[in-house]
Nanobody, 123 residues
């Protein structure tokens, strides 16, 4: 079982930046990667994938340039940097671990989830 704990959310002004962290622990030997998702409304939206076995970071085209995923191997932590924040970036951000052996945006392929951290973008 993998445990994930997000942190770093809060109230941020439009145009600002936030760096979210996801601490990963437990049995990570079968992990392929960590995904970041956000939920502003009903649906949970994929926003980034960070490889656990390979050095890779994938962000959807629509978010490139503002969203950046990274990993600190020494601390078993992945990060999501969000720049030029917009009001529509408001939501709860979750990290999740997958053992699916390919990059995936499908939330159903993620096995373990953190509790989420809320980001509110408001002036």
């Amino acid at each position: 079982q993998v445990q994930l704990v997000e942190s770093g959310g809060g109230l941020v002004r439009p145009g600002g930046s936030v760096r979210l962290s996801c601490a990963v622990s437990g049995r990570t030997d079968n992990m392929y990667g960590v995904g970041w998702f956000r939920q502003g409304g009903v649906e949970r939206e994929f926003v980034a994938f960070i490889g656990w076995r390979r050095d890779e970071s994938i962000v959807p085209d629509a978010l490139q340039g503002r969203f950046t995923g990274s990993r600190d191997k020494a601390k078993n932590t992945v990060h999501l940097q969000i720049d030029s924040l917009k009001i529509e970036d408001t939501g709860v951000y979750y990290c999740a671990a997958t053992s699916y052996p390919y990059v995936t945006h499908r939330s159903s392929r993620y096995d373990s989830w953190g509790q989420g951290t809320r980001v509110t973008v408001s002036s």
